[in-house]
């Protein structure tokens, strides 16, 4: 009986190395580029709201349909904020809260208690994924 091996052509091999380093370019330029400019996004949007300082009584929750159906709040002093959809459903209509220029947290105060939604823990999670 004889023992014949696996060949490939030169033809085949040169097909397979093409693909390869198709993938593999592929794969860089994904690197590089996608996941580049995500990261500078996810950057420049937590440096837009550290910038941003607001305070106010929750009157209102809703989606803001003239950009990107965007979660908003409301306040008293008709200032509209959008926030994650993570946060949305935690503030609620009748909550005071506050977030300072600088600051990536929004204090939130509900009766008589207090708690911190931190803007800086969703966009780490973002780069994460």
């Known amino acids: 009986m004889k023992n014949e091996g696996f060949e490939l052509s030169a033809k085949q ?6 693909v390869v380093t198709i993938i593999f370019v592929i794969f860089l330029m994904y690197n590089f580029f ?10 420049t949007s937590l ?14 929750k ?14 008293k002093n008709e200032t509209k904020v959008a926030v994650f959809g993570e ?4 503030i609620e209509i009748g909550d005071s ?6 600051e990536t947290v929004i204090t ?5 208690e207090k708690f911190i939604l931190d803007n800086q823990e969703i966009i780490n999670g973002l780069k994460k994924k």
């Open 47 to 60: 440096k837009n709201i550290q910038e941003e300082n607001y305070q106010g009584f929750v009157i209102n």
């Open 13 to 18: 091999l040169k097909v397979i190395l093409t």
């Open 97 to 102: 809260i506050v977030k300072k220029k600088g």
């Open 108 to 112: 939130v105060y509900r009766n008589n």
């Open 34 to 43: 996608i996941l580049d400019n995500r990261e500078k996004l996810l950057d």
């Open 87 to 90: 946060f949305w459903s935690k």
């Open 62 to 75: 809703n989606y803001d349909k003239d950009n990107h159906n965007s979660p908003m709040i409301y306040l």
